[in-house]
């Protein structure tokens, strides 16, 4: 389920089987030369993040992405955050980042480092593949805090 107002319609049928939270968070680099890192980095985390929502379609509501630069303070942005989607009910969140400085950040709910993959110079199906091999590494922290 994506955050749009077809799929809440769907949320507020079904909202007792979607329990979970998928919050994806983007880094802006704004120095010319993180530029094409920052929008390379951003590439596959919204593939990820458009794969998995597919692939847990009733089970799964994926927000809007955040998104922050680098002078952000993680840790004022990861409370605020936290504190703001506590409210939503859901049972799991679950925030995805290629940001590795988020590990450090004390949240209420369960990150998700992955090292940014460039997907630019694949082709379709290199592509596809290499979202699923991602999906796999992702997979048993989500089965593993569903089943708890």
């Known amino acids: 389920m994506n955050w749009n107002s077809q799929d809440m319609d769907t949320y507020f049928q079904q909202k007792d089987y979607i329990d979970t939270l998928l919050v994806p968070l983007l880094k802006l680099e704004t120095v010319p030369e993180a530029l094409k890192g920052s929008s390379s980095a951003t590439e596959f985390l919204m593939h990820l993040s458009n794969f998995?929502?597919?692939?847990?379609?009733?089970?799964?509501?994926?927000?809007?992405?955040?998104?922050?630069?680098?002078?952000?303070?993680?840790?004022?942005?990861?409370?605020?955050?936290?504190?703001?989607?506590?409210?939503?009910?859901?049972k799991h969140i679950f925030y995805l980042t290629t940001d590795r400085a988020w590990?450090?950040?004390?949240?209420?709910?369960?990150?998700?480092?992955?090292?940014?993959?460039?997907?630019?110079?694949?082709?379709?199906?290199?592509?596809?593949?290499?979202?699923?091999d991602q999906l796999r590494q992702v997979l048993p922290l989500l089965t593993n805090k569903w089943t708890e």
């Open 52 to 90: 998995i929502e597919t692939q847990f379609r009733g089970r799964m509501m994926v927000l809007p992405p955040f998104t922050y630069t680098q002078s952000t303070n993680l840790q004022e942005m990861g409370n605020v955050l936290s504190k703001d989607l506590q409210l939503m009910d859901f």
């Open 103 to 132: 590990t450090d950040v004390d949240i209420e709910g369960e990150m998700i480092w992955l090292p940014s993959i460039p997907l630019e110079s694949m082709d379709q199906q290199l592509r596809k593949t290499v979202i699923e």
